[in-house]
C-alpha cells in the first residue's frame, strides 16, 4: 500500500472540537482557502460576467456594423454596366473578372475590372456598385450582416470566456496540487523514520 495520501483526502478532526474555535478549522491549508475563493470568483464569472460579456461585445460589434453599413449605403450606388471583356475564367463554381464600362452622373464613361457572376458573356448587362470615386466595389454592408456579425462576436466571446475560466480553474488546481505534493513530502521526510521505528523490535 502507498505511504502517500492524496492532497484532497480528508482527514478526521482532532479531538476536544479544536477546528470549531472561533469558526476557524485548524486543519483548512492556506490552498484549500485559494481554491475555494478561486472556485467562487470563477462561478460568478460564469453566472455573471459571462452573459454580461457576450451581450456588451455582440451588441457593440452589432452596433459598429450598423453604422459601417449606413456609411457605406450613402457612399456607394449601383449602375448598369457593360461587359466589355473576361479576363479571367476560373471556372463556373467561382466569379468571373472581366472589364466592364458604365456612364457616371456627369456622363464620363468610365471602365473598371468588376468579378461577376459565372457564365457571364461580353455584350452583358450587369448591376455593379461603384463608390463616389468611380472605382467598382462591394455591395454595401447589410443590416442582416451586421446582425450576424454580432451574433458572431458575441458567441466567440462567450466561448473563449468559458475556456478562459475552466483553463483557470484547471492551471490554478495543478499549481496548488503541486504546491499541496511538496508539503507532503516534506512533512513524510520529517514523520517516516518516527513513524517506522515503532515497527522495528
Same mark, same amino acid.
Given at each position: ?10 482527514? =478526521?478532526?482532532?479531538? /476536544?472540537?479544536?477546528?470549531?474555535? !472561533? %469558526? ?22 460564469? +453566472?455573471?460576467?459571462? =452573459? ?42 467561382? !466569379?468571373?473578372? *472581366?472589364? @466592364? ?11 473598371? &475590372? *468588376?468579378?461577376? !457572376?459565372?457564365?457571364? &458573356?461580353?455584350? *452583358?448587362? @450587369? ?19 451586421? +446582425? /450576424?456579425? /454580432? ?8 466561448? %473563449? ?17 503541486? /504546491? ?12 517516516? =523514520? ?8
Amino acid at each position: 500500500m502507498s505511504t502517500r495520501s492524496s492532497p484532497h483526502a480528508s482527514v =478526521p478532526p482532532p479531538p /476536544g472540537g479544536r477546528e470549531t474555535t !472561533k %469558526g476557524h478549522n485548524p486543519l483548512i491549508r492556506t490552498s484549500d482557502l485559494v481554491e475555494f475563493w478561486l472556485r467562487r470568483v470563477l462561478m460568478a464569472v460564469l +453566472l455573471v460576467g459571462l =452573459p454580461v460579456a457576450g451581450l456588451v461585445v455582440g451588441r457593440t460589434t452589432y452596433e459598429s456594423s450598423l453604422r459601417t453599413a449606413q456609411t457605406q449605403s450613402a457612399e456607394r450606388q449601383q449602375v448598369g454596366a457593360r461587359v466589355v471583356s473576361i479576363t479571367e475564367n476560373v471556372g463556373r463554381a467561382a !466569379k468571373e473578372q *472581366a472589364q @466592364v464600362r458604365w456612364t457616371d452622373d456627369s456622363g464620363a464613361a468610365r471602365t473598371s &475590372t *468588376a468579378l461577376l !457572376k459565372p457564365g457571364m &458573356t461580353e455584350g *452583358a448587362t @450587369v448591376r455593379v456598385w461603384v463608390d463616389r470615386d468611380g472605382t467598382v466595389t462591394a455591395a454595401p454592408l447589410t443590416r442582416r450582416q451586421a +446582425l /450576424g456579425n /454580432g451574433w458572431f462576436a458575441g458567441g466567440f466571446t462567450v466561448v %473563449g470566456v468559458t475556456a478562459g475560466v475552466f483553463l483557470t480553474r484547471s492551471g490554478a488546481r495543478l499549481l496548488l496540487d503541486h /504546491g499541496r505534493y511538496a508539503r507532503w513530502d516534506a512533512e513524510w521526510e520529517r514523520v517516516e =523514520p518516527a513513524w517506522a521505528g515503532r515497527f522495528r523490535r
